[in-house]
């Protein structure tokens, strides 16, 4: 493992950790994580993510890969277009969107979370970043989620259809006949995702224990 | 007035019964009297018909009760207002009370009381058995940490705290004298009060519609809670056995030890079974008749085997339901799939009322009663608030672990939800009078516990949920996109997981679902049910087949065909589908087509000609339209008097081949709608060229004939003037029939070019549903809606884009090619 030579120092660790939301612990074990999949060098690379072995039978893990590495999850000031390779506390940040929720919370503290989530899923469709999802995007996604079944195949286009049909039906209920419905934005995705819980489905058990060793 | 009606439908019903108990009163005597000369006297001679009660009495008597208590539920059910008001269950309890009591008062005698056996063998697998079956697994198991820390913990402390308190306050006199040993009375008695019922739970929590977790954990703790009362039960039960003094700390251990092997047993045997029942069903092809029977019959085995072995049957058969779910739905045809439900649910529900409906006439039995005020009252007390106590703190902790806390809404309603019944009942008339000198009294006060749960606390619980705002289960249709997002859900978690080395309950879910898929689904599922298994697939057909329903159905009721015409006006909304990559493939079809659509479209003054023969279109139309349809003649019912297979009749085969046709017609035009060209501009150009048309727009519009000439599939050898004359006609003549001027005037609208002379005309025409006050600041084709297209005919309807129409019957005639890039149905199915 060897991680804990170029361990950052505690006020980096407390400065990440009230940043992100996450407890000092659990920094500390993100770092180690991050430091075995980078193979102990500061940023972290696709290929990396890549080597995971669990993630290999994931159907959308280039999606996922990609959000890790999408401006729009981490730069706030630059949201746009996509990097190399990303330093510990990028990562920490687009690992907190998936931090489960606190037992008291202010109903505006919820919302900015479940408005952060969405926005992190809607980034995952939203290939090129025009802030719409095209139907085309829509339909690349679902074929990459339904791959792995083999009897799906063609009919994942007509699924991603109806999908969207039923996004604009709901986003824009009658529409005038010349009227066309070029993607999903960002509020029409807010609409569809209403009585929807996310914030409650959205989240990852962060452990208080160090288990790095039993993943590869 | 509902009362009142009730009142009488009661006193009906004790009519019924007084009839019956007295004919059993008589056959008393006569038993008595037969008993005495039956077998001695030789009959006076033959005779015809003789009367005998004694060869069918139990039978009958049981039958009865069931049809009694059949008809009360249906009764019940006939005021909606009076289920809203007070549970099913608490009602069934009053009736068999009323009931009990009329018996009482005619014999004296309670004969009919609910025997332990009769409860646990034959009333209780079988809801059970429901419940574990239609288990919302995912829930289940994710919220399983949580259902047995409630299960365990709570039931555990439940038991030793009523048991404990209560031992206290006889200790201090305040009880009087009782007849007990010591403290282990109590902690039995505390034991079997302990455990939350699951039958009482159902009845009451269903007709709450909480949300899903709160469900599932109330729920799901009544279910497992199980394991730990038999084991607590039967530990005291043999400790006062075994005389209190003579217990040695050996025999605790073991009883602590007892309790992993019963829960753990039961579990492993229902496992086992799910196991074995999965791996038949994927052997029952050929013989589908008896397929259900395999599901019901395996899964009382595993019942039984657990009982045999003294291990939780509750256990084993929630589990038998719970994993075998999945695989037997699967593997069984959609028509056995359909009679298990069915059996299901009414085996579950006719033995949730008649169990509480004996519960009511159990209780009319003066010999066992006995009353202690301040026993009834502390133990009342202690239940209800050990019960609070053990949430709120299981919670407390509970809620540091989980990822969704539980607030303190939920709390309360868990707390309420607290409601003992049925399996109390059973275990206290297991208890053995000789060993458990105050049964009577434990008995009394089992019945006062749960009358006060079941009643008091069913009723209000709805008030409760309500005042609370507790957060509801919505029903709602499935969406798709829902599903979809569902689907990348998981993935996303669960790969994040990965990323981030933890091992948590996603990482377990996606490794176990790898498992299953490359293990246990191919062992257990037939090589066909694993194909189509997808249940993104599934709600995709679902959808698909609804849609088509509503349509057809909506169409029908309409009396007229006319509606399968819907040209694409009634568009709702408009996708581009136009993908860059699809267009590339179809590009130049599309051009063709452009090109083939104008030339045709110069033909229509021919066409016109030829429909001034309006009376030659129609007989043609009709054969034409009777072919397709209605291709046989009605035949007589064909009786079948096979027992091992049932044949669908004809008429059914005739249905469904006609909503096969309208489905592929659907499709096609699915297909066709691809292209996405916008052409109605230019089609209105050329009706403008062509002044004489213009005053026949309404009706000739209305056939969405004008459209037909756009139709790809139009460049088939095939004569098209034919068909499209005859589809022209022939739907005029229908509208005609139907007399139906709303589809000629809104239709007639779809080409924009006409909107400014017939916008009143519409606006009049239109019948008074469609006329949508809401709708008034929407387009001109937003209006004129159709009012038998209601908006859920998206995965279809709307597929045939804004501009485009196709004509179905002609689309009819065409086969749809096997290559047929959205033909998304699976093979099989529908087509």
């Known amino acids: 493992m060897g991680a804990f030579h170029s361990?950052?120092?505690?006020?980096?660790?407390?400065?990440?950790?009230?940043?992100?939301?996450?407890?000092?612990?659990?920094?500390?074990?993100?770092?180690?994580?991050?430091?075995?999949?980078?193979?102990?060098?500061?940023?972290?690379?696709?290929?990396?993510?890549?080597?995971?072995?669990?993630l290999e039978r994931n159907p959308i893990r280039t999606q996922i890969v990609a959000a890790f590495f999408d401006k729009r999850n981490f730069d706030k000031d630059s949201p746009q277009g996509t990097v190399q390779e990303i330093g510990f506390e990028q990562f920490l940040t687009v690992m907190s969107h998936f931090r489960p929720l606190k037992?008291?919370?202010?109903?505006?503290?919820?919302?900015?979370?479940?408005?952060?989530?969405?926005?992190?899923?809607?980034?995952?469709?939203?290939?090129?970043?025009?802030?719409?999802?095209?139907?085309?995007?829509?339909?690349?996604?679902?074929?990459?989620?339904?791959?792995?079944?083999?009897?799906?195949?063609?009919?994942?286009?007509?699924?991603?259809?109806?999908?969207?049909?039923?996004?604009?039906?709901?986003?824009?209920?009658?529409?005038?006949?010349?009227?066309v419905y070029e993607g999903i934005t960002f509020q029409d995705f807010l609409k569809m995702w209403t009585g929807i819980d996310i914030e409650t489905k959205m989240h990852v058990r962060f452990l208080k224990m160090d288990n790095t060793t039993l993943c590869k | 007035?509902?009362?009142?009606?009730?009142?009488?439908?009661?006193?009906?019903?004790?009519?019924?019964?007084?009839?019956?108990?007295?004919?059993?009163?008589?056959?008393?005597?006569?038993?008595?009297?037969?008993?005495?000369?039956?077998?001695?006297?030789?009959?006076?001679?033959?005779?015809?018909?003789?009367?005998?009660?004694?060869?069918?009495?139990?039978?009958?008597?049981?039958?009865?009760?069931?049809?009694?208590?059949?008809?009360?539920?249906?009764?019940?059910?006939?005021?909606?207002?009076?289920?809203?008001?007070?549970?099913?269950?608490?009602?069934?309890?009053?009736?068999?009370?009323?009931?009990?009591?009329?018996?009482?008062?005619?014999?004296?005698?309670?004969?009919?009381?609910?025997?332990?056996?009769?409860?646990?063998?034959?009333?209780?697998?079988?809801?059970?058995?429901?419940?574990?079956?239609?288990?919302?697994?995912?829930?289940?198991?994710?919220?399983?940490?949580?259902?047995?820390?409630?299960?365990?913990?709570?039931?555990?402390?439940?038991?030793?705290?009523?048991?404990?308190?209560?031992?206290?306050?006889?200790?201090?006199?305040?009880?009087?004298?009782?007849?007990?040993?010591?403290?282990?009375?109590?902690?039995?008695?505390?034991?079997?009060?302990?455990?939350?019922?699951?039958?009482?739970v159902i009845a009451v929590f269903e007709e709450v519609h909480v949300n899903d977790v709160l469900f599932i954990i109330v729920f799901g703790e009544s279910l497992l809670n199980d394991g730990v009362t038999v084991v607590l039960y039967n530990v005291f039960d043999s400790f006062i056995a075994i005389g209190g003094v003579n217990v040695t700390g050996v025999d605790c251990v073991k009883g602590v030890v007892s309790f992993f092997v019963v829960a753990l047993g039961g579990t492993l045997i229902g496992i086992i079974f799910a196991f074995l029942l999965s791996y038949i069903s994927r052997f029952t092809?050929?013989?589908?008749?008896?397929?259900?029977?395999?599901?019901?019959?395996?899964?009382?085995?595993?019942?039984?085997?657990a009982?045999?072995?003294?291990?939780?049957?509750?256990?084993?058969?929630?589990?038998?339901?719970?994993?075998?779910?999945?695989?037997?739905?699967?593997?069984?045809?959609?028509?056995?799939?359909?009679t298990v439900r069915y059996m299901m649910k009414l085996l579950a529900s006719g033995s949730e009322t008649i169990i509480f409906m004996m519960l009511g006439i159990s209780a009319v039995d003066v010999s066992i009663w006995e009353w202690n005020t301040a026993f009834i009252l502390l133990t009342l007390l202690f239940i209800a608030v050990y019960r609070v106590i053990g949430v709120v703190t299981l919670t407390w902790i509970l809620n540091?672990?989980?990822?969704?806390?539980?607030?303190?809404?939920?709390?309360?309603?868990?707390?309420?939800?607290?409601?003992?019944?049925?399996?109390?009942?059973?275990?206290?008339?297991?208890?053995?009078?000789?060993?458990?000198?105050?049964?009577?009294?434990?008995?009394?006060?089992?019945?006062i516990v749960i009358y006060f749960t079941v009643v008091l606390q069913g009723c209000t619980?709805?008030?409760?949920?309500?005042?609370?705002?507790?957060?509801?289960?919505?029903?709602?249709?499935?969406?798709?996109?829902?599903?979809?997002?569902?689907?990348?859900?998981?993935?996303?978690?669960?790969?994040?997981?990965?990323?981030?080395?933890?091992?948590?309950?996603?990482?377990?879910?996606?490794?176990?679902?790898?498992?299953?898929?490359?293990?246990?689904?191919k062992l257990l599922m037939r090589k066909s049910a694993l194909k189509s298994k997808d249940q993104i697939l599934d709600v995709f057909h679902n959808l698909n087949i609804k849609d088509a329903i509503t349509y057809i159905a909506e169409g029908e009721r309409r009396g007229s065909l006319a509606f399968i015409k819907t040209p694409s006006a009634l568009q709702l909304v408009n996708v581009n589908f136009n993908s860059n990559k699809q267009s590339e493939d179809e590009a130049p079809t599309s051009s063709v087509l452009r090109e083939d659509a104008s030339a045709i479209c110069l033909d229509m003054q021919a066409v016109e000609l030829r429909r001034k023969s309006l009376r030659d279109c129609e007989d043609v139309y009709t054969h034409h339209l009777l072919q397709q349809y209605l291709y046989k003649p009605k035949k007589q019912q064909k009786y079948n008097y096979s027992r091992h297979e049932v044949t669908s009749n004809e008429d059914d085969a005739q249905e469904k081949e006609i909503f096969e046709k309208t489905m592929k017609r659907r499709l096609a035009s699915f297909k066709s709608t691809k292209h996405g060209v916008s052409q109605s501009k230019k089609l209105a150009k050329h009706y403008k060229k062509d002044p004489s048309q213009k005053k026949r727009s309404d009706e000739?519009?209305?056939?969405?004939?004008?459209?037909?000439?756009?139709?790809?599939?139009?460049?088939?050898?095939?004569?098209?003037?034919?068909?499209?004359?005859?589809?022209?006609?022939?739907?005029?003549?229908?509208?005609?029939?139907?007399?139906?001027?709303?589809?000629?005037?809104?239709?007639?609208i779809d080409n924009l070019v006409f909107i400014p002379e017939e916008e009143t005309v519409t606006r009049q025409a239109l019948p008074p549903w469609a006329t949508n006050n809401d709708t008034v600041a929407l387009s001109q084709r937003a209006q004129v809606q159709m009012p038998w297209s209601p908006n859920n005919f998206r995965r279809l309807m709307p597929l045939r884009l804004s501009s485009r129409s196709t004509d179905s019957f002609l689309l009819a005639d065409i086969p749809v090619p096997e290559e047929h890039p959205l033909s998304f149905l699976p093979e099989g199915t529908a087509l």
């Open chain 2, 461 to 521: 619980t709805k008030s409760l949920v309500t005042w609370l705002k507790v957060k509801r289960s919505e029903h709602r249709d499935p969406l798709i996109s829902e599903k979809l997002h569902g689907r990348a859900f998981d993935h996303i978690l669960s790969a994040i997981e990965d990323i981030s080395g933890q091992i948590g309950h996603h990482y377990i879910r996606d490794k176990w679902e790898n498992f299953d898929k490359k293990y246990i689904s």
């Open chain 2, 1 to 200: 007035m509902q009362c009142k009606k009730l009142k009488e439908r009661v006193s009906l019903l004790v009519v019924v019964l007084l009839l019956c108990s007295s004919t059993k009163a008589e056959n008393k005597i006569n038993a008595t009297t037969d008993t005495g000369g039956g077998g001695g006297a030789p009959p006076s001679g033959y005779k015809i018909v003789t009367f005998n009660w004694q060869h069918v009495m139990n039978p009958y008597i049981i039958s009865v009760w069931i049809m009694v208590a059949s008809i009360a539920k249906m009764v019940f059910h006939m005021s909606s207002k009076l289920t809203t008001i007070i549970p099913e269950s608490a009602l069934l309890i009053f009736l068999g009370l009323l009931l009990g009591g009329v018996v009482w008062a005619a014999d004296h005698v309670a004969s009919y009381t609910m025997k332990p056996t009769l409860f646990f063998f034959y009333l209780l697998p079988q809801i059970v058995l429901d419940a574990g079956y239609f288990m919302p697994n995912r829930l289940f198991f994710g919220n399983l940490g949580a259902i047995l820390t409630y299960a365990v913990i709570g039931t555990v402390w439940n038991a030793a705290a009523v048991g404990l308190s209560l031992y206290g306050v006889y200790l201090t006199g305040l009880m009087g004298d009782l007849n007990v040993d010591g403290m282990l009375d109590f902690l039995l008695f505390g034991s079997l009060l302990a455990a939350v019922d699951p039958v009482a």
């Open chain 2, 700 to 748: 000739m519009l209305s056939n969405g004939g004008q459209l037909v000439f756009h139709d790809p599939e139009f460049s088939d050898p095939e004569d098209p003037c034919e068909f499209d004359v005859i589809s022209n006609g022939g739907s005029n003549f229908i509208s005609n029939v139907a007399r139906q001027a709303l589809a000629d005037t809104c239709n007639g």
């Open chain 2, 285 to 305: 092809k050929r013989v589908q008749i008896i397929e259900p029977g395999f599901v019901f019959i395996i899964s009382y085995l595993a019942y039984l085997t």
């Open chain 1, 7 to 54: 361990r950052p120092d505690e006020n980096d660790i407390r400065h990440l950790a009230e940043k992100t939301g996450f407890s000092v612990e659990q920094v500390e074990i993100l770092h180690r994580r991050f430091k075995q999949l980078s193979r102990d060098e500061d940023t972290l690379q696709r290929e990396h993510l890549y080597g995971i072995p669990d």
């Open chain 1, 103 to 179: 037992l008291r919370m202010t109903e505006e503290q919820r919302e900015q979370l479940r408005l952060e989530k969405l926005q992190f899923l809607f980034n995952m469709y939203d290939l090129d970043n025009d802030g719409k999802i095209s139907l085309e995007e829509y339909r690349h996604v679902v074929y990459e989620l339904l791959s792995q079944n083999p009897q799906i195949g063609n009919e994942s286009a007509a699924i991603a259809d109806a999908a969207m049909l039923e996004a604009a039906r709901i986003c824009m209920g009658q529409m005038e006949p010349d009227q």
């Open chain 2, 400 to 447: 540091r672990y989980r990822v969704v806390p539980l607030g303190f809404i939920d709390q309360v309603v868990m707390s309420y939800g607290g409601l003992r019944g049925a399996v109390a009942y059973g275990l206290v008339a297991l208890l053995d009078e000789n060993r458990v000198k105050e049964k009577k009294l434990f008995f009394s006060t089992t019945v």
């Open chain 2, 307 to 338: 009982e045999m072995l003294s291990l939780s049957s509750i256990l084993a058969i929630t589990f038998t339901g719970v994993c075998c779910q999945k695989y037997v739905r699967a593997n069984l045809s959609e028509g056995s799939a359909t």
